[in-house]
């Protein structure tokens, strides 16, 4: 099982940005995915999931509304969109896979099994 992270790079604040989380040796839609984010001298946070069961996507409350996760299951891809982005986003992202059939997912980073190696997102003007 591997997940591989795509998509960062630096972005205006305002702007859009695409990340990626593609799967292998795994269908995405058999694991709750999940996004995390670490800011420099921060800890590990979670961002947004996917749960494995009918794909229904939860939010940390410092992206709600500008942020959102979806799956490509043709391309076992999940994406994360992330709209109006701010300087406090700047982090690197990371995506992580948990072994978890359920119509929920968890946004708590030791529940999760596979992690990436990230992808820096950096939001200055």
């Known amino acids: 099982v591997q997940v591989v992270e795509s998509g960062g790079g630096l972005v205006q604040p305002g702007n859009s940005l695409t990340l990626s989380c593609v799967g292998s040796?795994?269908?995405?839609?058999?694991?709750?995915i999940g996004w995390f984010r670490q800011a420099p001298g921060k800890e590990r946070e979670a961002v947004a999931c996917?749960?494995?069961?009918?794909?229904?996507?939860s939010y940390a409350d410092s992206v709600k509304g500008r942020f959102t996760v979806s799956r490509d299951s043709a391309k076992n891809t999940v994406n994360l969109q992330m709209n109006g982005l701010k300087p406090e986003d700047t982090a690197v992202y990371y995506c992580?896979?948990?072994?978890?059939?359920?119509?929920?997912?968890?946004?708590?980073?030791?529940?999760?099994?596979?992690w990436g190696q990230g992808t820096r997102v950096t939001v200055s003007s």
């Open positions: 996917i749960s494995s069961r009918d794909g229904n996507p």
């Open positions: 992580a896979a948990e072994n978890y059939w359920f119509f929920v997912c968890d946004l708590v980073e030791k529940e999760y099994d596979y």
């Open positions: 040796g795994f269908r995405i839609t058999d694991y709750a």
